[in-house]
């Protein structure tokens, strides 16, 4: 599955140069993801309520051009790998109808309880293989 979600750089996101700054892109990741799990119908304030959280444990950057003072990005995220107790998820970020990647990156989460990694219940884990096809 590929979850498109589109984002206004705004003038706060840039430097004196109107340029995005480069740890922005790890924001308009976490927006990626959040729209991807939405979209499978998973909401993680559900999550958090249950008792499972979903920190990062790695993430990655690579950057080909900067993003501007407001362009419109297509923040494109999809779903790499699914096992009970981690997934990961790759991103490309474009302005909104052009081809050229700006930056693109992934990031592995695991699901945590208590502290500890946990195996995600079968509530969350068929959701989200459905995120894998």
């Known amino acids: 599955m590929i979850v498109t979600t589109l984002h206004r750089v705004k ?21 990626g993801r959040v729209e991807f799990l939405r979209e499978l119908g998973i909401d993680l304030n559900e999550m958090m ?16 051009a900067p993003a501007k003072f407001d362009d419109e990005l297509e ?23 052009e081809e050229k990647v700006l930056a693109e990156g992934t990031s592995t989460n695991v699901f945590t309880s208590g502290g500890k990694i946990c ?5 969350y884990y068929s959701r989200l293989t ?3 096809e």
Do not use: C, Q
Not at 18 to 23: F, K, N, Q
């Open 11 to 31: 003038f706060f996101d840039t430097d004196v140069m109107g340029v995005a700054h480069h740890a922005n892109y790890i924001r308009w990741f976490e927006t």
């Open 130 to 132: 459905r995120g894998l």
């Open 75 to 97: 923040i494109v995220t999809t779903a790499e790998a699914l096992t009970k107790a981690k997934m990961k998820f790759d991103y490309v970020i474009r302005r909104r109808g």
């Open 119 to 123: 195996r995600l219940p079968d509530k």
């Open 49 to 64: 309520s249950d008792g499972i959280l979903f920190p990062i444990v790695e993430i990655t950057a690579k950057f080909h």
